[in-house]
């Protein structure tokens, strides 16, 4: 069995930037797309972000397009979210998830593995 476990969650200022990061222990997802998904109050779970198995295949939700960047350390069983230029309407917990497939992950990622999810709150 798979645990994720991630990191680097925080309270930070408009405009400014957070690394998340995701370790995989138990067993070795090199095999595994990985993706982020994010939860604000009140809101449905919505995905972020997902890298396949390669690494070259990257989907970004339009909402972060172009300020997130989701870095897979191929053989270390670790991705990370890096994210610039944050804004209130980031805020949320941030879920680390893997999935068989990235475009499972895209869809929804309903037979995926989950972390526990890191918080994340952005003032303005």
């Known amino acids: 069995q798979v645990t994720l476990a991630e990191s680097g969650g925080g309270s930070v200022q408009d405009g400014e930037s957070l690394r998340l990061s995701c370790v995989a222990s138990?067993?070795?997802?090199?095999?595994?797309?990985m993706g982020w998904f994010r939860q604000a109050p009140g809101k449905e779970r919505e995905f972020v972000a997902a890298?396949?198995?390669?690494?070259?295949?990257?989907y970004y939700a339009d909402s972060v397009e172009g300020r997130f960047t989701i870095i897979r350390e191929i053989g270390k069983d670790t991705v990370h979210l890096q994210m610039n230029n944050l804004t209130s309407d980031d805020t949320g917990v941030y879920y680390c998830?893997?999935?068989?497939?990235?475009?499972?992950?895209?869809?929804?990622?309903?037979?995926?593995?989950w972390g526990p999810g890191t918080q994340v709150i952005v003032s303005s």
């Open positions: 998830v893997i999935d068989q497939a990235v475009t499972a992950i895209v869809e929804g990622a309903q037979e995926g593995n």
């Open positions: 138990g067993r070795a997802f090199g095999n595994y797309a």
């Open positions: 890298v396949s198995v390669s690494g070259f295949g990257i």
